[in-house]
T-cell receptor, first 114, second 111 residues
Framework: DAGVIQSPRHEVTEMGQEVTLRCKPI?????LFWYRQTMMRGLELLIY????????DSGMPEDRFSAKMPNASFSTLKIQPSEPRDSAVYFC????????????FGEGSRLTVL | LAKTTQPISMDSYEGQEVNITCSHN???????ITWYQQFPSQGPRFIIQ???TKVTNEVASLFIPADRKSSTLSLPRVSLSDTAVYYC????????????FGKGTRLHILP
């Protein structure tokens, strides 16, 4: 399996622009998580889905952030409009089939908002 | 969710055994203890998970005392490539639990 796939790996944009981050979870995984990581705040859980349904979005910082999972193999995290304080690495992760607690992470999308 | 406390950073030398202890005084009966490793510019990676006593795999050992209020991740004979951030997480394997990462322990291996 190719693992969790995220795109783009790097994005540089200007304040006010829309940003869309994409994630393809491991096939068969029914849970998908979005995290954001910065030096100051560490690794923060933004939202997670079960069977394509958002379960908890209490970590989404504000209305500028939205996430969707239209099917089991694809999810997006959108920021509109983007601000410099959104600069971070955004990770997507999916849960393994076996009940082992192992969360598989993608390589992350590094976002820089100028 | 059980809160975890672990050292912010640790230094060690190549070839040494490194033990990182995590405190989780409020661990619940059905909670497991899971450790992840994160290298720079990568996402965290699962290392080991346990419920009680001792668990060992090809990467590490996890020691959990009878009261389960703490756990110790043991890395045998570390190398420079073990320099990373190590996270201790406590929670049920019920996948409806949030998976929350703390600040982790930044381990720096010196030559």
């Amino acid at each position: 399996d190719a693992g969790v796939i995220q795109s783009p790996r790097h994005e540089v944009t200007e304040m006010g622009q829309e940003v869309t981050l994409r994630c393809k979870p491991i096939s068969g995984h029914d849970y998908l998580f979005w995290y954001r990581q910065t030096m100051m705040r560490g690794l923060e859980l933004l939202i997670y889905f079960n069977n394509n349904v958002p379960i908890d979005d209490s970590g989404m910082p504000e209305d500028r952030f939205s996430a969707k999972m239209p099917n089991a193999s694809f999810s997006t995290l959108k920021i509109q409009p983007s601000e410099p304080r959104d600069s971070a690495v955004y990770f997507c992760a999916s849960f393994g089939l076996a009940n082992t607690g192992e969360l598989f992470f993608g390589e992350g999308s590094r976002l820089t908002v100028l | 969710l059980a809160k975890t406390t672990q050292p912010i950073s640790m230094d060690s030398y190549e070839g040494q055994e490194v033990n990182i202890t995590c405190s989780h005084n409020n661990i619940a009966t059905n909670d497991y203890i899971t450790w992840y490793q994160q290298f720079p510019s990568q996402g965290p990676r699962f290392i080991i998970q346990g419920y009680k006593t001792k668990v060992t795999n090809e990467v590490a050992s996890l020691f959990i005392p009878a009261d389960r209020k703490s756990s110790t991740l043991s890395l045998p004979r570390v190398s420079l490539s073990d320099t990373a951030v190590y996270y201790c997480l406590v929670g049920g394997v019920n996948r409806d639990d949030k998976i929350i990462f703390g600040k982790g322990t930044r381990l720096h291996i010196l030559p």
